[in-house]
């Protein structure tokens, strides 16, 4: 099952307009929260992330809204550049859930949402 | 940028022969990851180091091995390499935990005939 979901797998957008991307996440027990953003044939950079103490993080045109009770993160884009086209990755981690050892403490991975920004 | 560099960036390989894929990182960070990316499922952990020698299975470590001799190296081996492991194979980093923010290669590209 998957724990991280990004339910919107494309999403377009005008140029200096809002993106949003979605995230839904399962697992109470993450308490930590990141974006990537990906370009064609480079690896995924880290964007910006959030604790689940917070339930918002700006960062310039990027700001993450965390919503704990119903389990939803979203990334906002403002305004909207055609270099922000990309594929967008939410991820999640717990604190307490490295206590269980193994992999279960590492970041969790949704699937992707590819953003078009369109000139 | 964190310094990540993988090696080699792309490859051809036949069904059955062993292949070996090195990150090598110069932030001397203390765990190191090995991720595959395929459409329709995102980024999947293979497997990680949480230091020298130590290392311990992902989501999806069949058919994988790794080795961390030094904290800057960390080798993905296929051992016999199948079509199944046709991916893009990206290495990360990163220093306090496991959990926190991840520090991503430039990835390496996988081809199995």
């Known amino acids: 099952d998957q724990q991280v979901k990004q339910n919107s797998p494309s999403l377009s957008v005008q140029e200096g307009r809002i993106s949003i991307l979605n995230c839904d996440y399962t697992n109470s027990m993450f308490d930590y929260f990141l974006w990537y953003k990906k370009y064609p044939a480079e690896g995924p950079t880290f964007l910006i992330s959030?604790?689940?103490?917070?339930d918002k993080n700006e960062d310039g045109r990027f700001t993450v809204f965390l919503n704990k009770s119903a389990k939803h993160l979203s990334l906002h884009i403002v305004p909207s550049q055609p270099g922000d086209s990309a594929v967008y990755f939410c991820?999640?981690?717990?604190?307490?859930?490295?206590?269980?050892?193994?992999?279960?403490?590492?970041?969790?991975f949704g699937k992707g949402t590819k953003l078009s920004v369109k000139p | 940028d964190a310094g990540i560099t993988q090696s080699p960036r792309h490859k051809v390989t036949e069904t059955g022969t062993p292949v070996t894929l090195r990150c090598h990182q110069t932030?001397?960070?203390?765990?190191m990851y090995w991720y595959r990316q395929d459409p329709g499922h995102g980024l999947r952990l293979i497997h990680y180091s949480y230091g020298v020698k130590d290392t311990d299975k992902g989501e999806v470590s069949d058919g994988y091995s790794v080795s961390r001799s030094k904290t800057e190296d960390f080798l993905l081996t296929l051992e016999s390499a199948t079509s199944s492991q046709t991916s893009v194979y990206f290495c990360?980093?990163?220093?306090?935990?496991?959990?926190?923010?991840?520090?991503f290669g430039p990835g390496t590209r996988l081809l199995v005939l």
């Open positions: 990360a980093i990163s220093d306090r935990d496991t959990g926190d923010a991840q520090y």
């Open positions: 991820a999640a981690s717990g604190r307490e859930l490295r206590n269980y050892g193994g992999s279960q403490g590492n970041l969790i």
């Open positions: 959030i604790s689940s103490i917070k």
């Open positions: 932030e001397n960070h203390r765990y």
